[in-house]
């Protein structure tokens, strides 16, 4: 790896995190206990189209812990860890598919869905108490964690969409550029 790389990828890594944290800010629909329809995905999940699910990963959850420490509510390690780090680190899992529109709707359905069972655990182990009584913890989860993250996902896929095609003619990155190259060959 070259240092050019080195640095063009951390500095990518960093503008999709401060993006993400920014984007944070705009909620579209706050659930009442936790969870929000807002934009902070879409820079994280691009990040791991174009540079793979490694920087994706680590990036992501970076931002889970920067998300913790501006807004945090914890009841137990578990929690914290299910909640902040690896619910975004998954979001690097969308960096498994290439960036094509459709690797981009896989990947970004595949990483919401990872981040889904982040918060669907955590709701069943430590929130089931906010369940109405005699409903079930694990649809009472299932149902409030799809809630938000649902029209979530929706957004993301359209945005990373738009954004992909957009940046098409931009320099690719690396990865690309393999990409790009592989399937010429």
Request: glycine share 8%.
């Amino acid at each position: 790896m070259n240092a050019f790389r080195d640095t063009r990828v951390l500095t990518e890594a960093a503008l999709a995190v401060a993006l993400a944290f920014v984007l944070g800010f705009v909620v579209l629909f706050k659930m009442p206990f936790g969870g929000s329809v807002s934009l902070e995905m879409i820079p994280l999940i691009l990040l791991a189209l174009r540079q793979g699910w490694k920087v994706g990963i680590v990036a992501g959850a970076a931002y889970g812990l920067l998300d913790l420490a501006i807004d945090p509510y914890v009841v137990h390690p578990v929690q914290l860890l299910l909640d902040y780090p690896l619910a975004f680190g998954v979001l690097g899992l969308a960096g498994l598919f290439k960036p094509t529109v459709q690797g981009a709707v896989t990947g970004a359905t595949v990483a919401v869905l990872a981040r889904f069972v982040c918060h669907f655990l955590s709701g069943v182990i430590f929130f089931a108490s906010y369940a109405p009584e005699g409903m079930n913890p694990l649809f009472y989860s299932a149902a409030y964690n799809a809630a938000y993250l649902a029209p979530s996902l929706g957004i993301v896929i359209v945005v990373t969409v738009v954004l992909l095609k957009a940046l098409e003619g931009a320099q690719p990155s690396p990865r690309q550029l393999h990409y790009r190259r592989s399937k010429t060959s």
